[in-house]
């Protein structure tokens, strides 16, 4: 399993944009073939911070989804919206601890 996590952070005004159009494509890209999993947490100690979760069969499928149309316009959507640079990390889910 390949884990994709990734720090958003927004000018305060574009949150409910954000938001509305997470909403709006989050059962689009859980069914995008290979997705396991996704996920928005918003920060509890600052309100313009996000986290996505997304799960993947593998680093191929997320490639996948992140060269398709799909993503194209997620992407351009969202990245006007921004404050920062979003910041992302991959990692391999080797191990559940207990």
């Known amino acids: 399993m390949f884990v994709r996590i990734v720090k958003l ?9 954000f938001l509305e159009n997470f909403e709006e494509v989050k059962d689009k890209i859980r069914g995008f073939d290979g997705n396991l999993f996704l996920e928005l947490y918003q ?12 799960y993947w069969e593998t680093e191929d499928h997320l490639e ?7 993503f194209k316009g997620v992407w351009s959507f969202t990245k006007a919206l921004f404050s920062d640079k979003p ?12």
């Open 9 to 17: 952070r927004f000018h305060e005004e574009n949150i409910a944009a």
């Open 43 to 54: 920060d509890k100690n600052d309100k313009r911070t996000f986290f996505t979760y997304s």
């Open 64 to 70: 996948n989804y992140r060269n398709s149309e799909l």
């Open 87 to 98: 910041e992302a990390w991959s990692v391999d889910k080797l191990a559940t601890l207990h």
